[in-house]
């Protein structure tokens, strides 16, 4: 049985410092007072917190200066350059790693493009992009807050075991135990989808936005809802795995553990798979296998009907997840992320055609402009989070 929390203290604090300290990530250069009159709380309360951001290098002082009644102050201002983080996507066929500071400011960044490996060789690719990272002469080691990696699968973030990832043949893997053996700095693991919409919340299209789905479409497919400006997990930290959505009736019944009903029609691996299906009496084998679903973007813009079909057949698909989505959680805004967003401008205009009136709230839909980086800058994000007990605080109504 779980019973309602109550706030200490300390947690009080907690709360009021991770207010103060986005304020001013959102907003400085800003004046203590502001901060104090915006958040209603107490200057002297404010003047604490700031100076204990200010030691800890989260916030620094501006040059411009404040008219307080007594004295003048220097107004405050984030801090980007207090620290760097280390932030991996390892995708469901390509890595890609970054070092940026806290302003979402890549420093270096790693990539490593369809490395088809699974299992223990996984690992060993991810520390090497690592360790790479962390050699580089852009950072100082002792100015890095902490590693963050996105993997593609379901993944229970506290505990940092990744449950099942199909692409990489990982079962229960404890992948945050494993690089706390390599790795003298705070780890966070997450799924790569929920830091994504983490990093479109901070430095992305859902900035300043407190209801918002992000979409990746690439090798798989996946979701992160973020509710009230706070990441849903739901109960079994499932929560988004959209890929699993039934796209139709004809879909029922049919075994789909590994790869979900709709990742088997819509993602860059069912669109590619698709297009295989209708060439098959026309190109080679070898011709068939390294079929993308890049090329059947190309090849619908060359004007060639049988990828039109493909792409047609694919935003149906993606339309019903997107209205079922809209229907269910009313965000203000659904961002299309992943590999196939590159081609946001075949999909997203089509999509809402046939939604606009299907449902009675069409979304706003987008295009994510963080792209590549959207997993990285997300466990920025966290990492942010988990070393600065930072809260997101929302009142019943």
Known sequence: ?????????????????????????????ISRTAIGERLNVSLPTVMRIVDELIEEGFIRLQGTTEWSGGRRRPLIEFNSDGGVVLGVDMGGTKMYGALSDLGGNILDEVNIGHHGTSGEESFNYLTKLIDELLASPKVDRQRVRGIGVGAPGVTLHE?????????????????????????????????????????????????????????????????????DGALYRGSNEASGEIGNMIPGREFLGKNYKDFGALESVASGTGIAARARELLKSHRSQAELLSLTAEDVFEAARKGESWAWKVINETVDYLSIAIANLVSAFDPEVVVLGGGVSRSADMLITPILDRIKVAIPNPPKLVVSNLGLRATVMGAITNVLHNTSNFYVVHKLS
Do not use: C
């Not at 075991?161 to 404890?174: G, K, S």
């Not at 966070?188 to 936005?209: C, K, P, R, S, Y």
């Open 159 to 227: 505990q940092g075991i990744v449950t099942w990832a199909y692409t990489l043949h990982w079962d229960n893997f404890p992948l945050k135990a494993r690089l706390a053996e390599r790795y003298d700095l705070p780890i966070i693991v997450d799924n790569d989808v929920n830091l994504a919409a983490l990093g479109e919340l901070w430095f992305g299209a859902g900035q300043n936005i407190q209801d918002m789905i992000l979409i990746a479409v690439g090798t798989g497919i996946g979701a992160g809802v973020i509710i």
């Open 1 to 29: 049985m779980t019973y309602p929390l109550t706030i200490t203290a300390s947690a009080m604090r907690d709360i009021n410092r991770s207010a103060i300290l986005e304020i001013i990530r959102r907003e400085s250069p």
